[in-house]
């Protein structure tokens, strides 16, 4: 049976001569995988290009539930993303979330809330010409709300530390070395309270973003298991400067 769903690229895979395995975030079914063949040959109607990292998508597919992989139809950049492949701060940016989603987003159930997160997203980085530095940390801080473990708030104006365990604030510092302490659990809380719009209020240095982005990552090892080292980190960080 045939299926129309939104989608997203998460993985492309070299799959014989001339065909691909994609795993693709969509809509209606979830995480999938999908065989397309033909991709490599000179008059293919669906083209490697097609499919880069945090590509959306329209996709017309088969889907039967006991299949692992399944076989798209139709597939079309919509829309079509203007300039996140070609600004090498944004394709960076977008190398380095695709690797974070990937390990992050397992399951193949329907999610249209995280999905319509990611999607939205993407669309607002294609759309930003200004004040990029923090957008890739306060994606990382708005994905947990969808993953299930967003920071506890409660005391966040007030406290002196983060416990990133136990993902709260507290007013006494965790018997762990894996917290935040003054001033990065401020410039934290400032992350948590701030939306994508106002991210160039944020006034970080570079040596504390670096700071933000490595406790956030330690932070998303704590809580998704078998989450392990992100390989882009660095390449993000030498372009982001």
């Known amino acids: 049976m045939l299926h129309?769903?939104?989608?997203?690229?998460?993985?492309?895979?070299?799959?014989?001569?001339s065909?691909?395995?994609?795993?693709?975030?969509?809509?209606?079914?979830?995480l999938q995988s999908y065989i397309?063949?033909?991709?490599?040959?000179?008059?293919?109607?669906?083209?490697?290009?097609?499919?880069?990292?945090?590509h959306l998508l329209d996709v017309v597919v088969y889907h039967k539930n006991n299949n692992s992989v399944q076989r798209i139809a139709e597939l079309k950049n919509s829309p079509v993303l203007l300039s996140v492949p070609y600004d090498v701060i944004k394709s960076c940016i977008a190398i380095f979330l695709n690797e974070v989603l990937y390990k992050a987003i397992k399951q193949q159930g329907t999610d249209e809330s995280l999905f319509g997160f990611?999607?939205?997203?993407?669309?607002?980085?294609?759309?930003?010409?200004?004040?990029?530095a923090n957008f890739h940390?306060?994606?990382?801080?708005?994905?947990?709300?969808?993953?299930?473990?967003?920071?506890d708030l409660t005391l966040g104006a007030s406290a002196d530390y983060f416990d990133l365990k136990n993902g709260a604030f507290s007013r006494y510092k965790p018997d762990s070395v894996l917290y935040?302490?003054?001033?990065?659990?401020?410039?934290?809380y400032s992350l948590l309270t701030c939306s994508f719009e106002n991210s160039p209020q944020l006034k970080f240095s570079?040596?504390?973003?670096?700071?933000?982005?490595?406790?956030?990552?330690?932070?998303y090892s704590l809580h998704i298991e078998n989450f392990g080292n992100i390989r882009s980190q660095g390449v993000l960080e030498e372009v982001m400067g």
């Open 4 to 17: 129309k769903t939104r989608a997203i690229v998460f993985k492309t895979t070299d799959y014989g001569e």
């Open 19 to 30: 065909s691909v395995i994609v795993q693709l975030f969509t809509e209606k079914f979830g």
């Open 36 to 54: 397309i063949n033909g991709v490599k040959k000179p008059k293919a109607k669906i083209t490697r290009n097609m499919l880069q990292p945090l």
């Open 118 to 132: 990611v999607f939205s997203s993407v669309e607002w980085l294609d759309h930003q010409n200004e004040g990029l």
């Open 137 to 151: 940390l306060l994606f990382l801080i708005q994905l947990t709300r969808y993953l299930g473990f967003y920071p």
């Open 180 to 188: 935040l302490s003054p001033p990065h659990n401020r410039n934290f």
């Open 206 to 219: 570079n040596d504390e973003r670096r700071h933000l982005l490595n406790k956030l990552l330690e932070y």
